[in-house]
């Protein structure tokens, strides 16, 4: 493969903040990001030929472009603690998880291996470049940016996921088979789930640039075709009502710690005397419904702050660390007006109506309005760049400084 040594990685541009979501995207095929998501969304596979343009331009003015992390250093990232990753290996079927020690990580050349990476938009700002540009969908949804490498005929084997995907190719060609087959049992005696029967429908090999969208539960099979290939996966992530659910009426139930009212015990001057001791008083339920619909219990307003704080919370293995020297109030004030302060890579920010939630908590809870309003500058725009900050002292937005969650761009 002499084009290695020909080529340059890639560099994708970041996203502008206000996305043309009406206009005509590469990345789509020439379709706005408002046709894509009406006529493919969660509804059916699109195959984009060129959906970054540069790979294609690149080769035609003689030079090739790569992918935007070089092989030796993706691998690199396999011997990291940090760092999500699998090895799946085909001819015979077997599955590690990382981290691994240098002597595991397969070389290039080898053939049936592929190494996954999870996550890695807080690992490399290339990575997070590719994800700014699919926030023309909630952020709730987006899961995280996983990039696979491979040797030639390493995949993970015909499987389905539960989830929506955009399979970006950026080195290397993968050969996709897909299937919109309604049996997806497993194959019981292997340690990855790969399906028990793929009945190929339609097949595409995948150069650099070009990009496949699959909703949910599409049978898929990708195939490295040469040493090196990489995938990088766009995932997307549904909770179940359970898990929605479940976690929003925890939460409710803390929120009850306070109402100090609810201190009060229950009375019962009007009981009557019984002969049906055996059932739970009439009063006690009489008395308990009220409380709900006093406390709007019974309505979907009073879950979705739980719900918006759970869905902020940052991946199990997200690691914030303090800022070694942290300039005090007045210092963080001041370069607010020169840098831009930012989100840490694998922190989350949501928002319910003007309610902004960051890594789980609701950070703009009783804020002084001036706060209120960066949180919401950094939540809708994932950047912050302000003069004037009254009560920054003991505002939430410099807590969230000083736990790590936020810093200035490097
Ligand atoms: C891969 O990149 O090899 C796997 C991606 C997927 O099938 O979801
Ligand atoms: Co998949």
Request: glycine share 6%; charged share 20%.
């Amino acid at each position: 493969m002499t084009s290695f040594y020909l080529s340059k990685p890639y560099e994708p541009p970041q996203a502008p903040a206000k996305l043309p979501l009406d206009e005509s995207w590469a990345l789509f095929g020439g379709i706005s990001p408002e046709q894509f998501m009406a006529r493919y969304w969660q509804k059916k596979p699109l195959l984009v030929r060129g959906a970054i343009p540069a790979f294609g331009l690149s080769e035609q003015h003689g030079e090739l472009l790569d992918s935007p992390i070089p092989a030796a250093e993706l691998l690199k990232f396999a011997l990291q603690e940090a760092v999500e990753s699998r090895l799946v290996q085909s001819k015979p079927w077997s599955f590690e998880n990382g981290p691994f020690p240098k002597k595991s990580i397969p070389s290039v050349e080898r053939p049936n291996w592929t190494l996954l990476f999870q996550g890695m938009e807080a690992h490399h700002p290339a990575a997070a470049k590719i994800l700014s540009w699919f926030r023309f969908i909630p952020d709730a949804r987006l899961d995280d940016l996983m990039i696979s490498i491979a040797g030639i005929g390493g995949g993970v084997g015909p499987h389905f996921d539960s989830y929506d995907v955009f399979l970006i190719q950026m080195s290397g060609r993968r050969r996709w088979q897909i299937s919109e087959q309604e049996d997806l049992s497993l194959n019981p005696n292997l340690p990855l789930k790969i399906l028990q029967n793929f009945n190929v429908e339609q097949e595409w090999i995948l150069e650099p640039g070009d990009m496949l969208y699959l909703p949910p539960h599409i049978a898929h099979d990708g195939i490295a075709l040469d040493a090196g290939c990489q995938t990088w996966s766009v995932g997307f992530r549904s909770p179940s009502f359970k898990e929605l659910l479940q976690e929003g009426l925890w939460r409710l139930a803390e929120s009850l710690e306070d109402i100090p009212a609810l201190e009060q015990k229950f009375a019962d001057p009007k009981q009557r005397a019984t002969h049906a001791a055996e059932q739970l008083p009439e009063e006690l339920m009489k008395q308990l419904s009220l409380k709900l619909k006093e406390l709007k219990l019974d309505q979907i307003a009073g879950f979705l702050p739980g719900i918006t704080a759970y869905l902020s919370e940052p991946k199990q293995q997200a690691l914030f660390e303090a800022p070694e020297n942290p300039q005090n109030p007045k210092a963080f004030q001041k370069n607010l007006g020169i840098s831009r302060l930012i989100p840490h890579p694998q922190t989350r920010i949501l928002s319910l109506g003007k309610q902004v939630y960051c890594n789980g908590e609701p950070v703009t809870k009783g804020q002084a309005p001036d706060i209120l309003l960066a949180w919401q500058t950094l939540s809708a725009n994932k950047e912050l760049n302000t003069k004037k900050l009254k009560q920054l002292d003991q505002s939430s937005l410099y807590e969230a400084y000083l736990a790590g969650w936020l810093i200035f761009e490097p």
